[in-house]
């Protein structure tokens, strides 16, 4: 039975290779001399360091321009809020994100009963899968999918026949 997978995953090794780049610039860019200015990623957590609100978001507006230039979608990114780290330094954890969440697939099983497609969508864990009899089916489901759902970055993979 053909049946394809719904996914939220983005390719890490894009995403480290974006904040590596992002912090390359930050090292040359001439209004960040001589300031704490930092990014560094761990798992899936992105660490900004600044003096100022206004350095980290120069330093998000980097990053998001590097991983555009990586197909990476900026969706991914969950932004924290800015802390104080003591004396006149700031800091922002940005999230990674990846799988689906619980209430988001639950929204998107509901969507695809309740538009009739001969599918059936189940969770497994943080995927959707979507199984149905026919190709032309699937591909419908994954196109009501990407246009109930603009605010996930979803990726289909395991198509299969």
């Known amino acids: 039975m053909p049946s394809f997978d719904a996914n939220l995953e983005p ?3 894009d995403v480290k290779n974006a904040v590596e780049n992002t912090a390359k610039e930050i090292g040359t ?13 761990k798992d899936k957590l992105v660490t900004l360091t600044g003096d100022a609100d206004f350095q980290l978001q120069q330093i998000e507006e980097i990053l998001r321009n590097k991983l555009t230039k990586r197909n990476v979608d ?3 990114l969950d932004m924290g809020d800015v802390q104080k780290i003591g004396g ?4 922002q954890e940005v999230t990674i994100k990846s799988g689906i969440a619980t209430e988001d697939a ?22 959707l ?33």
């Open 74 to 76: 900026v969706r991914f």
């Open 29 to 41: 860019r001439f209004d960040f001399k001589g300031t704490s200015a930092a990014i560094e990623i």
């Open 106 to 127: 639950k929204k998107m099983q509901r969507a695809i009963k309740d538009s009739k497609l001969k599918v059936q969508a189940s969770i497994n864990g943080d995927v």
């Open 88 to 91: 006149d330094k700031v800091k």
């Open 11 to 13: 390719t890490m090794v």
């Open 129 to 161: 899968r979507v199984n149905g009899a026919k190709r032309d089916d699937l591909q419908a489901a994954m196109a009501l999918l990407k246009k109930e759902m603009t605010e996930l970055p979803l990726t289909f993979t395991n198509f299969r026949d």
